[in-house]
């Protein structure tokens, strides 16, 4: 796959309103399970503390993806 066929594929993603709205939702469920876990439940804790960081990683991915070859910077990091 070239750089052209994944910027494309990830701008293709990034413009379909359901990808962006279950992304967020997610998200906002593991915020939430981490604030409302009970105060002594560490480990739920840093569960959902470490799945809402994932999610947003995986986007950021993406958006970063989607702009490849865009900018004469030069492209992001392959993860």
């Keep these: 796959m070239t750089i052209s ?3 494309r594929a990830a701008q293709a993603v990034l413009e379909i309103p359901f990808f962006t709205e279950l992304w967020a939702e997610m ?3 593991a915020i939430n399970q981490c604030i ?4 002594n439940d560490d480990e739920t804790r840093r569960n959902a503390a ?3 960081r994932a999610i947003r ?3 950021q991915r993406i958006e970063a993806i989607s702009q490849e070859g865009q900018s ?8």
């Design 57 to 59: 990683r995986v986007r």
């Design 72 to 79: 004469g910077a030069g492209r992001q990091g392959v993860a």
């Design 5 to 7: 066929d994944r910027t």
């Design 36 to 39: 409302l876990a009970p105060m």
């Design 50 to 52: 470490a799945e809402a």
């Design 27 to 29: 998200e906002q469920a």
